[in-house]
């Protein structure tokens, strides 16, 4: 399978979305994954092969900004992706390696760093529940 194709008009936090501000720390694009780098204080595309990042926690980005643009970050919840995404109901979704991708879990592979973001829900959603495991698969 491949990652994610998101349509960014179409993304939609739910009314439990778990929410974060910040700063922008690189040019990201709604949907992206993120996280918050703690050395600059601003939000950066994760990538599941970087091991100097994959310890931080992800979200993903409801807005896309440039550097030093104001960012909001879902951190937990409903998130509506858009048709354009489809996640499949009952598929668990990962960090990928291309940075700030979303990949089903089936594309896990040497090298990545196993950081799930949630699991498919009904009508185009990800249910959002983050855990970064900090292991490395083989």
């Keep these: ?30 949907g992206q994954a993120v996280y918050l780098d703690a050395a600059t204080s601003t939000w950066k ?11 931080y926690t992800p979200g993903l980005a409801l807005n896309g900004a440039s550097s030093t643009q104001a960012i909001t970050v879902q951190m937990g919840g409903s998130l509506t992706l858009g048709a354009g995404a489809a996640p499949v109901l009952s598929t668990i979704y990962i960090a990928s390696a291309t940075p700030g991708g979303i990949a089903p879990a089936a594309d896990l592979t040497s090298g990545w760093v196993t950081t799930i973001l ?21």
Excluded: C, E, H, R
């Design 45 to 55: 595309l994760f990538d599941a092969n970087d091991t100097a990042t994959n310890t």
């Design 118 to 138: 949630g699991v498919g829900g009904a009508t185009n959603n990800l249910k959002m529940k983050v855990y970064t495991s900090g292991s490395t698969k083989a």
């Design 1 to 30: 399978m491949a990652d994610l194709t998101i349509t960014v008009t179409q993304i939609v936090p739910g009314s439990d979305a778990q929410l974060a501000y910040g700063t922008a720390g690189a040019t990201i694009t709604a």
